[in-house]
């Protein structure tokens, strides 16, 4: 009987297969102890998960840190999402982390999770809605605690790159009870006051202190906002619902005023930049005028009447000269053409012939004497000569020249 014999490498992608076709392993929540936690140069993040009966191995890699708000250590207790793959070179398998939060934390993660879905099911994170931070602002509302760090670090900034911007804020509570309603009416307030632009948001936390920032109340109050916002809530790593909502993200408070306030010293540089440059275009454009202005007159003069005028009688006079040559050269030809048809009459003309010794003779009838059979015996016949006309009787009348 056959057997078949199957390499490693077959083996181990078949299991891999078989862990790719399972859709509870490829969405799955698992809770542990962390332990062997290694940041890696890469970016990625190698980890174990423990509890009482054995551990797994787990990995994050680099492009999945946006679903971690912490910084990972030994001994945590975590809730990690993710999927449960095989690594084919050792047919070892691990959890691919996609999301990682403290345990503590799954109830607010899963509130949150179901707000961000129905949020989004309703179009409120559409990119269609948001509004394009204005380059320039000149008036900047900020909602935040009146003494936390966020109001100083974007006054820091506000005055570090422009000095004239002028901000507008309204102290509202961040954290703990009658903070939602608080944020809420802060937006409304600055929205109706005519600001260009409004900064929401407050330092980091815990995800519990960020929570306010999570409300249906504040993120509805963000979406009717006329004017455009900004949101920065906690640090970089930190994710709230304002900033789904919100027109653009910032992940600080400080970066969220060098988003919203323009460098005076920058735009004044390229202000004088710009002037320098109309003026040279200016002055080029004046050189031009001035060449093109230039020819007009110079073509101007080439066509002023009298010139043309003056072109035209020449013209005339240089017409004339020619016709006059033509007509004189067509008379010398005529005349020697004529001169030549005399001369050619002349040897024709009978007259001619009479001066060389010949005569003309006619019978009694008027008929030229051709033949000696028109010559009758006693016939009077006339001979015509150069000086004049002999007239004579035909004696007798013999053939040949008789020379």
């Known amino acids: 009987m056959a ?73 945590q207790q975590v809730v990690v999402f993710g999927s449960i793959g095989v690594y084919e070179r050792n047919g070892d398998y691990r959890l691919y982390a996609k999301e990682i939060i403290l345990a503590g934390a799954g109830e607010l993660y899963e509130r949150f999770e179901a707000l961000k879905r129905e949020l989004s099911e309703m179009g409120m994170f559409a990119p269609e809605y948001k509004k394009e931070i204005p380059a320039y602002a000149g008036r900047v509302g900020i909602v935040t605690a009146p003494t936390g760090a966020a109001i100083r670090d974007i006054m820091n900034v506000a ?112 202000l004088e930049e710009y002037k320098l440059r109309m003026r040279r275009l200016l002055s080029q454009k004046v050189d031009i005028e001035r060449l093109r202005l230039q020819e007009y007159r110079t073509k101007l003069s080439y066509l002023h009447p009298q010139n043309v005028l003056r072109d035209y009688r020449q013209r005339a006079a240089d017409y004339d000269d020619r016709m006059r040559r033509r007509m004189e050269n067509a008379l010398q030809e005529t005349r020697h053409r004529f001169s030549l048809y005399l001369e050619k009459m002349k040897g024709l003309s009978p007259l001619a012939k009479l001066e060389q010794g010949y005569s003309y003779v006619r019978t009694g009838d008027g008929h030229a004497m051709k033949s000696i059979r028109q010559a009758e015996k006693g016939e009077e016949v006339l001979i015509y000569v150069t000086d004049g006309i002999v007239t004579a009787v035909v004696e007798k009348a013999e053939e040949g020249l008789g020379l």
Not at 169 to 180: F, H, I, N, S, T
Not at 246 to 261: G, Q, Y
């Open 159 to 270: 005055k570090r790159r422009n000095p004239y911007v002028q901000l507008v804020l309204y102290p509202a509570l961040v954290q703990g009870e009658g903070a939602k309603e608080s944020i809420a009416k802060g937006l409304k307030a600055l929205d109706e006051s005519g600001v260009d632009v409004i900064i929401a948001g407050r330092g980091g936390g815990s995800m519990e202190d960020l929570w306010a920032f999570n409300e249906e109340e504040v993120a509805r109050a963000i979406f009717n906002c006329r004017t455009p916002v900004i949101s920065a809530v906690g640090h970089e790593t930190d994710t709230t619902i304002a900033d789904f909502v919100a027109d653009l993200r910032a992940p600080t408070p400080s970066a969220a005023a060098e988003l919203a306030v323009y460098e005076y010293a920058q735009a004044a540089g390229m």
């Open 3 to 75: 057997r078949s014999v199957y390499s490693v490498k077959q083996v181990n992608a078949y299991i891999k297969n078989m862990f790719a076709q399972d859709y509870l392993l490829n969405r799955i929540y698992v809770r542990g102890e962390v332990s062997n936690c290694k940041y890696h140069t890469s970016g990625h993040i190698y980890f174990s998960l423990k509890d009482e009966s054995g551990t797994i191995a787990c990995a994050m890699f680099a492009g999945q840190r946006g679903g971690l708000s912490f910084r990972m250590g030994e001994g």
